[in-house]
Structures are given as C-alpha cells and as structure tokens.
C-alpha cells in the first residue's frame, strides 16, 4: 500500500549484534513513522520523521536509532539487539501531519 | 486505563451477519477517528478516516463516532469470510504540532461460512 517496501521481511539475529532495517516509499510522502507490534500491546511509535533529516521520538524509542537522508528512504537500526526488541516492525507514511498512515507490510526480527 | 480500549475478541460470525465493532476512549481531545483492518502476517490497511461526530458510509461498512460518549464504532454489513481479520481503531489529536494516533489493541473477527 503506498507503495512501501520494507527489508528485510525476516530476520534472526543474535543478542548484541547491530540491526537495520529499511523502509522505502515511492509515493513522496513526507512524514514516515516506525513501528512495533507486540501481542497484548497493539502498535507502539518508536520513532517518525517530519522531512528528510528530521526525526522525533515516540512512545518507545529506547534503544533505538533513525535515519532520513532521503525522502524515499527511512532506516531503523537497534545498536545493539536484545531479545526484549523481538517483534513485527511496520514503516508507515502519509502525506501530512494530520492525514491517516499507510502501512507497509512489516519486519519480522527475532532476537536469539 | 489505556486511553483507547478495544476487546480483542475473537468474534466469530456467521456470513452474511451484520458485525458491529467497538473502540471507547478517555482523551476528549482526540479528533480523528480511523479504522484500519489487517490480515495475518500483513500491514493495517486504512478503511475509514473521519473528523467529526457521526456516520461515513463506504460500501459494507459504516463508521460512527459519537463524541459526547467517547464511543466508536465500525459495522460492516453482509459480512463475507473475506472480512475475517484483525480490525484495529485508531484516534489522534494535536500533540507537540503533530497528530501522531493512538491505536487499539485490536479486535479479531472470524465470520464462518
């Protein structure tokens, strides 16, 4: 939908070790958002970004890093991996602060 | 107390049934109201987006906010084995210049053939 694309869809990685995950959209949107959705919470917001290179925190933004050197391109890394940040990762866009979000189709990440 | 509650069901429904899904909320602030639905293993899909108190109306569904009671809901009319799926309420409000939603946990609806 909107024309975004995450990688990887998959992903096993070990405790500690860096992660990066990448959202790329074809629609020019300017806003794109990352996040988590872990049973018993729904989504959470772990981070978004307003224009290319700027970002701002949301709910859970511990342990988390973003950036927006491109319109097209958002990127999540986790530093260092724990297993407390296994989850379903979705990239969302929309074209204004106040218009709905469009979803890709999601990471799954597991952290051993 | 959360500020969007949702029950998570599941709610199973026989085709053709008239399903009537339900989100309250505790922020009076909040003024847009979306649904989104999501199939396993996919991202949420926007169904409705609406601004003020009321009905919208797109094809098989309907959604309704009622602001005085905090209230929403989404019905989906001769529902169809195809509307089996995770159906997640969402409101936002300005907050910081940004109108970031908050989103319910999800109800999951089964409608068997």
């Known amino acids: 939908d909107a024309g975004i694309t995450q990688s990887p869809r998959h992903k096993v990685t070990e405790t500690g070790t860096p992660v990066t995950l990448r959202c790329h959209q074809t629609?020019?949107?300017?806003?794109m958002y990352w996040y988590r959705q872990d049973p018993g919470h729904g989504l959470r917001l772990i981070h978004y970004s307003y224009g290319v290179k700027d970002t701002d925190k949301g709910e859970v933004s511990d342990g988390y890093s973003v950036s927006r050197s491109k319109t097209e391109d958002f990127l999540l890394t986790l530093e260092s991996a724990t297993s407390s940040q296994t989850s379903v990762y979705f990239c969302?866009?929309?074209?204004?602060?106040?218009?709905?979000?469009?979803f890709g189709d999601g990471t799954r990440l597991s952290i051993l | 107390q959360k500020e969007v509650e949702q029950d998570p069901g599941p709610l199973s429904v026989p085709e053709g049934a008239i399903v009537s899904l339900n989100c309250t909320y505790s922020n009076s602030a909040f003024q847009y109201f979306m649904w989104y639905r999501q199939y396993s293993r996919k991202g949420p899909e926007l169904l409705m987006y609406?601004?003020?108190?009321g009905n919208k109306e797109d094809g098989r569904f309907t959604a309704q906010v009622d602001k005085s009671s905090k209230y929403i809901s989404l019905f989906i009319r001769d529902s169809q084995p195809s509307d089996s799926a995770t159906y997640l309420c969402?409101?936002?409000?300005?907050?910081?210049?940004?109108?970031?939603?908050?989103f319910g946990r999800g109800t999951s609806l089964i409608v068997h053939p």
């Open positions: 629609e020019n949107h300017r806003y």
């Open positions: 609406t601004y003020s108190s």
């Open positions: 969302a866009t929309s074209t204004g602060v106040d218009q709905p979000q469009h």
């Open positions: 969402a409101m936002s409000s300005l907050s910081g210049g940004s109108y970031i939603p908050t």
